[in-house]
């Protein structure tokens, strides 16, 4: 019977994991991986383009209008007000290698 892959789930085991397959140092990788985020997090800023990360998918601010919505303890009608969100979408790639 194969081994199974530990797969990290913690951001140190995740920093380890990739020091380890680059060949690079702990505090090297945190630095990748923090400049990754700086890139996604100015990336997602820009509403109409947002930032495409090959492989894993689109990072995106999306404008959401106003709706009527429903209190679930009351049932009271009530007003969601415009807002921005943060909108990840997974690319074709990333669902197949997930999906099968």
Do not use: H, W
Not at 33 to 62: H, N, R, S, T
């Amino acid at each position: 019977m194969a081994k199974k892959e530990i797969i990290p789930t913690t951001k140190s085991g995740i920093m380890a994991a990739l020091a380890d397959a680059a060949g690079i140092t702990k505090k090297q990788a945190v630095a990748v991986y923090d400049k990754l985020l700086d890139i996604a997090i100015k990336g997602a800023k820009q509403e109409e383009k947002g930032l495409m990360l090959p492989g894993f998918g689109k990072v995106k601010l999306v404008k959401r209008p106003a709706r009527t919505g429903r209190n679930p303890a009351t049932g009271e009608t009530i007003k969601i007000k415009a807002k921005k969100v943060v909108k990840v979408v997974a690319c074709k790639a990333l669902k197949d290698a997930i999906l099968g």
